[in-house]
């Protein structure tokens, strides 16, 4: 309506128009219908979040599920110390004997063992500590009151299974855990061992309860009977996790000490607000527009969040330049790519190049200034940029280029993504394919070399045997040293080749229980000839008495090797140590010697000592730093690989003048052939010839 009325004007009503009418009626239907739908969504958003509330419960309560298996199991594993400590025992005195100090350093070591007890007969006939539990001694256990009690250790006498009993009271107060284990039968020795585990210091150590996890917390045992955390019945409708423990399962339950209600309650306010708005919105504007503008903003909102993933996921950032300004902007994910806050990241191009390989900075200014002169509209980069702490690490730079009418570039985006791993990985491909090579290439030629010395060695021998015996006659004494010598320069190849054959899985290996210590002691004669008078020779079996599932050549090649590599290192006077030592669970060991129990063989030497760059390599198949004439580059990579394959681990600690040790783990025997670990992960290997791939990777 243009220009004014006079006030005095009288307007006469008109009838409402029928396009009002039917705004006024899908206004209605459109109230009606939000309204409807609002309160719908309000109550499947509220289960959705409830539901989500006890998946975030669920997830906080793992961690402390973990927790509790993993402390019971520590402590239970304790037993199985217990009962190989009897079993090395000669006798029954000297068991009496040396069990309070064996029984004093477990309970000294972890926090909640209560007692350690030897049983016989149903009845406790030893226990530690003494103080405080004197009336236990002679106790039969058999006939306890308590079923559970009496029927565990008739379990724990009739079964080798590990048999757990408890929570339950205990007599010196308290509840604990009875874990009990039937020994191997031996006559006048104890029948069953026992660890007595207290349950309110297992539940502390895990944290339980945690106020600061805002969850109220319970444990209740296999009968379902609540033994810790907060007081029972305290959790509302709770969520529950099994833990599982030996000889059973344990019942971990959670919620949230504000209540579930009012876990929800924030949200709940922020969803019902949000229905109100979707009303007052479809109202005001009409369904059609209200629903075509919320699929629109929801597909727009889920297309951004589906790009933001996958460009996390992917390790991709994204940037922004504005020429014209010279401002350049990073995301988050960018900037941590390039090793810094967002904050500092942000700023002009020239800026940018501070973060650059000054080797490269030349060669990225020059083809980023080309592209933007150029009618190009994307370019690709791809070099390498210095992090905070010095590493260099390799960037893909994708971008394209926006350019006004004229041509002139006014905008440039893109990607950044980091490429380090994947060239890394591409290195190690051409590595352990060029080493897979040579190791099928050495294998065919020491096979083929091989029957060539099989022949010289036979037709040698033939040449000698047909020699006459005449002493006296210097011809034929002179035939015969030349031929001698022929047959030494012949094994000497053969070992050779061994070792080539070791190296490309030429050879089979036939690995059975080693003893060590007698096998060092009868090498020691062999050892003092190859280090001459020069070097002196220690040898220290220790308490490596221990066996070793090895194939027994190869261990006398590994001890040879590493007493060669020792002699050749020492350039004058010096001493080589060969060192056997048994190292238990929880024992005293070298600093970075892998957790779990192991045989050490130790070689260490006087000697020159190696630089960074060489112990990096020093496990590469023919990578050697002696003449030619003198190494092969074998000798250490064969160590590696048979240690390797034998389950164990292979460490050297040296430095530039002040010699090398080399450390070789190998899993102890006891009774059947062991399977490979690698710092206490187990994993099935196979203990005979080895790969060239496990030997690439030495030293990187």
């Known amino acids: 309506m243009s220009g004014t009325r006079e006030s005095s004007e009288r307007i006469a009503p008109s009838p409402r128009p029928p396009a009002a009418r039917l705004v006024i009626r899908w206004t209605l239907v459109s109230a009606s219908l939000a309204l409807v739908a609002a309160l719908i969504v309000d109550r499947w958003i509220g289960a959705h979040q409830l539901e989500e509330a006890r998946d975030d419960v669920s997830r906080?309560?793992?961690?402390?599920?973990?927790?509790?298996?993993?402390?019971?199991?520590r402590r239970v594993a304790l037993l199985e110390g217990l009962r190989s400590f009897a079993a090395a025992q000669p006798s029954r005195a000297r068991l009496d004997a040396e069990f309070p100090l064996f029984a004093q350093g477990i309970v000294l070591a972890t926090n909640g063992v209560r007692a350690l007890q030897f049983n016989e007969g149903g009845r406790i006939v030893a226990t530690w500590p003494l103080a405080g539990n004197e009336a236990a001694l002679g106790y039969d256990l058999l006939s306890d009151p308590r079923p559970v009690v009496s029927g565990g250790m008739r379990r724990a006498m009739a079964t080798d299974s590990l048999v757990v009993t408890g929570p339950i009271a205990l007599v010196q107060g308290g509840e604990g855990l009875l874990v009990r284990r039937r020994m191997a039968p031996r006559s006048g020795?104890?029948?069953?061992?026992?660890?007595?585990?207290?349950?309110?210091?297992?539940?502390?150590?895990?944290?339980?309860?945690?106020?600061?996890?805002?969850?109220?917390?319970?444990i209740r045992d296999r009968d379902r009977a609540w033994f810790g955390g907060d007081s029972a019945g305290s959790a509302q409708s709770p969520e529950s996790l099994h833990v599982s423990v030996p000889d059973g399962d344990w019942l971990l339950l959670g919620s949230p000490r504000e209540g579930w209600r009012a876990r929800t309650a924030s949200a709940r306010l922020t969803t019902r607000a949000a229905s109100v708005g979707f009303v007052l919105a479809v109202t005001l504007l009409g369904?059609?527009?209200?629903?075509?503008?919320?699929?629109?903003?929801?597909?727009?909102?889920?297309?951004?969040?589906?790009?933001?993933?996958?460009?996390?996921?992917?390790?991709?950032?994204?940037?922004?330049?504005?020429?014209?300004?010279?401002?350049?902007?990073?995301?988050?994910?960018?900037?941590?790519?390039?090793g810094?806050?967002?904050?500092?990241?942000?700023?002009?191009?020239?800026e940018l190049f501070k973060y650059i390989h000054p080797q490269d900075a030349a060669f990225v200014a020059r083809v980023f200034l080309e592209m933007l002169a150029s009618d190009r509209p994307d370019y690709y980069l791809e070099h390498r940029i210095v992090m905070p702490d010095g590493e260099a690490r390799?960037?893909?730079?994708?971008?394209?280029?926006?350019r006004d009418a004229s041509g002139k570039a006014v905008r440039a985006h893109g990607i950044i993504s980091d490429a380090?791993?994947?060239?890394?990985?591409?290195?190690?491909?051409?590595?352990?394919?060029?080493?897979?090579?040579?190791?099928?290439?050495?294998?065919?030629?020491?096979?083929?070399?091989?029957?060539?010395?099989?022949?010289?060695?036979?037709?040698?021998?033939?040449?000698?045997?047909?020699?006459?015996?005449?002493?006296?006659?210097?011809?034929?004494?002179?035939?015969?040293?030349?031929?001698?010598?022929?047959?030494?320069?012949?094994?000497?190849?053969?070992?050779?080749?061994?070792?080539?054959?070791?190296?490309?899985r030429g050879t089979a290996s036939e690995p059975r229980a080693v003893p060590l210590a007698p096998t060092l002691r009868d090498m020691e004669p062999l050892l003092r000839r190859l280090l001459g008078q020069r070097i002196a020779l220690v040898v220290d079996v220790g308490d490596g008495e221990g066996s070793v599932w090895i194939d027994p050549s190869q261990f006398t090649q590994v001890v040879l090797n590493l007493v060669v590599n020792a002699r050749d290192a020492i350039a004058e006077a010096g001493e080589v140590r060969i060192r056997l030592r048994t190292l238990a669970s929880g024992a005293p060991r070298p600093a970075g010697a892998p957790e779990g129990a192991w045989m050490m063989l130790e070689v260490a030497d006087t000697g020159v000592g190696m630089s960074d760059d060489v112990r990096r390599r020093i496990f590469e198949p023919y990578f050697t730093t002696k003449e030619r004439a003198r190494g092969t580059g074998l000798g250490l990579s064969v160590v590696f690989g048979v240690v390797r394959a034998a389950g164990g681990e292979t460490q050297v600690e040296t430095a530039e003048g002040r010699g090398t040790t080399f450390r070789c783990y190998f899993p102890p025997f006891v009774g059947e052939a062991p399977v490979a670990r690698t710092s206490g992960a187990h994993r099935a290997r196979p203990s005979g010839a080895f790969s060239p791939r496990d030997q690439a990777g030495a030293g990187k």
């Open 287 to 338: 369904v059609l527009i209200g629903m075509r503008q919320a699929r629109f903003a929801e597909a727009v909102t889920a297309g951004e969040s589906r790009l933001g993933v996958a460009l996390r996921a992917g390790r991709m950032g994204t940037w922004e330049l504005d020429v014209a300004a010279d401002r350049l902007h990073f995301d988050e994910t960018g900037a941590a790519i390039l």
């Open 189 to 218: 020795f104890p029948e069953v061992a026992a660890i007595i585990l207290d349950v309110p210091a297992i539940v502390e150590e895990v944290g339980i309860p945690d106020a600061g996890s805002g969850l109220h917390l319970e």
């Open 420 to 504: 380090s791993d994947r060239r890394a990985i591409e290195a190690r491909a051409r590595h352990l394919e060029r080493v897979e090579t040579i190791g099928t290439m050495a294998g065919g030629v020491a096979h083929d070399f091989n029957n060539l010395l099989t022949a010289m060695i036979g037709f040698t021998e033939f040449a000698l045997e047909e020699l006459p015996d005449a002493p006296d006659d210097p011809r034929i004494a002179s035939v015969r040293a030349d031929l001698q010598e022929v047959l030494r320069v012949a094994a000497r190849a053969r070992a050779l080749t061994g070792q080539l054959l070791a190296f490309s």
């Open 394 to 402: 390799w960037v893909v730079v994708n971008g394209e280029i926006e």
């Open 340 to 350: 810094r806050p967002r904050a500092e990241v942000d700023g002009s191009l020239e």
């Open 60 to 73: 906080g309560m793992a961690p402390t599920a973990a927790a509790l298996r993993s402390a019971v199991d």
